[in-house]
């Protein structure tokens, strides 16, 4: 009997756009599993400690490859997923295009944004101040350190082929779940 070809629900954008909370909300409501690169790396940290923030940034590294080869692991078994992280389209665009080579998936984008690159700073800043967020995150020294956002607040998508639903996220309170979640179930019966 032949096998359906998975695919790759991959939710991107810059850190503080909500992308976690989304993937979380669509995980649950499609019944798919959900790997997220700081789930990973607080794991990491929690078992390998988190003595400064250049172990922690050796760690986010590592994650990488261990979320790459869940990924790969899950796709070569036939298994359908949905994956979170702030994938650069420079960094990350070899991994999934090599992923496709190896794995054969269908992706579909989800890339959530703001209109400010302001409003991105600001939020980090909030964050790392609530101290809600695992203390080997290092928030403060992530956006001290962090590369320039563009004034537009906006990622690219990954050049990978397929879909791409762009998300604004410049108010939480506005974002339409019911309908993200139509389109993301309209791509998966598609392919049924």
Known sequence: MPTQKPFLIIITGFSCTGKTTLGKRLAQELHLPFIYKDGIKELLLDDLGWPDRAWSRKLGQATYSILYHLIEAM??????????????????????????????????????????????LQRGKERAAAGNRHPGHFDRWYYEESEPIPPTGREDPLPIGGPVLEVDTTEFSAIDYRKIIAVVSAFIAERR
């Open 75 to 120: 796709l070569t078994g036939g298994c359908s997923l949905i994956v979170e992280s702030n994938f650069s389209p420079t960094f990350s665009t070899p991994d999934f295009l090599a992923l496709q080579q190896r794995c054969n998936f269908d992706p579909f984008q989800i890339l959530c944004f703001t209109t400010s690159a302001d409003l991105l």
